[in-house]
């Protein structure tokens, strides 16, 4: 079940087309928890976001966001300067992940999938289970990459898996002003449901720039 948490400017009558940043993210190994245990995700993921957004001057009550029991995707408002989102949320939460594992000892620890795409999506009252449109569905795509889920199981010292679209890493991270540097990102390819989805995977480690990455069938 979805709960929408509509933005007063964008609840009109009418639907519109729209290009904004959406971001989506993923606790790993949901699933596998206890009910108790979900719980406790929810809560820490719930605040690891939160912490993570205030510390990069971003407000989470502007975000339009249609939650699920082990994540969330969320709609960026217009005015969100893209180029501090994606330099710095990431490795925010990362930290903030990190803090929080190692102040309250719980196994398993929280990690998550996170996906970045700016794009078109259609806003409104008609679009009553959420935002619709090529850039959810992209984004959606990107974080279930089966290539993001085997980084996140080969790395387990990291805390977050960060995937961003071929367009958020040419126009964004290749632009100069992201902090990210574009040699830390591997391209790859997937196939989900007969449809291919591009994107680049940030791999802090990594030295020898962005290269072909394996195409995934799913």
Known sequence: MSIISALPSESGPSARLL??????????????????MQLQAQQDLLEAMEVAA???????????????????????PADADIVTVIGTFAPTLERVL??????????????????FHHGALIMGRPASLGPAGDAPVVVSRLLDARPLRQYLTSH??????????EQVYREVV???????????????RTTIKGMMYQGYIYDPDRKNGAGEGEIVTR
């Open 156 to 165: 387990p010292e990291r805390r977050v898996a960060l995937i961003v679209s």
């Open 174 to 188: 290749c632009s100069g002003f992201c902090s990210l540097p574009p040699s830390n990102f591997r391209f790859v």
């Open 19 to 36: 290009f904004r940043l959406l971001l989506a993210v993923d606790i790993q190994g949901y699933s596998a928890r206890s009910p108790r």
């Open 98 to 115: 990190a803090e929080m594992n190692r102040r309250d000892a719980r196994d398993p620890r929280l990690r998550v999938r996170l996906a």
């Open 54 to 76: 205030t510390e990069v001057e971003l407000d989470r009550g502007q975000w339009l966001q249609q939650v699920s029991g082990d994540g969330e995707l969320a709609v960026l």
